[in-house]
């Protein structure tokens, strides 16, 4: 497949510099570009989907006249909240100690 260009790119002085300054190793400007973009466009993509995932559970709770209240959608976080501080704060079971280096 024959590779094409993009147009040229004006940008300040300042944000050439930091951009060069984020090079890695063995990367161009050009590399950094274009990694920029495809993570871009993936992020945009997931946005994208994101949306109209909303947008479909919308039109569906509106067809079957199905909502979930916010005090109950609060209730069952502030439930996995608590299930999450507790698995946190709870020693687990079966883990050896660290052998102490006195």
Same mark, same amino acid.
């Given at each position: 497949?024959?590779?094409?260009?993009?147009?040229?790119?004006?940008?300040?002085?300042?944000?050439?510099?930091?951009?060069?300054?984020?090079?890695?190793?063995?990367?161009?400007? *050009?590399?950094?570009?274009?990694?920029?973009?495809? *993570?871009?466009?993936?992020?945009?993509?997931?946005?994208?989907?994101?949306?109209?995932?909303?947008?479909? *559970?919308?039109?569906?709770?509106?067809?079957?006249?199905r909502y979930v209240s916010v005090e109950a959608v609060f209730?069952k976080l502030e439930q996995k909240l608590a299930a999450a501080?507790?698995?946190?704060?709870?020693?687990?079971?079966?883990?050896?100690?660290?052998?102490s280096s006195s």
């Amino acid at each position: 497949m024959k590779t094409s260009t993009f147009p040229a790119l004006r940008v300040t002085p300042a944000l050439r510099e930091a951009a060069e300054r984020a090079l890695r190793p063995n990367e161009t400007l *050009s590399n950094l570009m274009e990694a920029s973009l495809q *993570s871009f466009i993936a992020h945009r993509a997931a946005e994208d989907d994101f949306i109209a995932c909303g947008l479909r *559970s919308a039109q569906k709770a509106k067809e079957e006249n199905r909502y979930v209240s916010v005090e109950a959608v609060f209730a069952k976080l502030e439930q996995k909240l608590a299930a999450a501080k507790r698995a946190t704060s709870t020693p687990r079971k079966n883990k050896k100690p660290v052998a102490s280096s006195s």
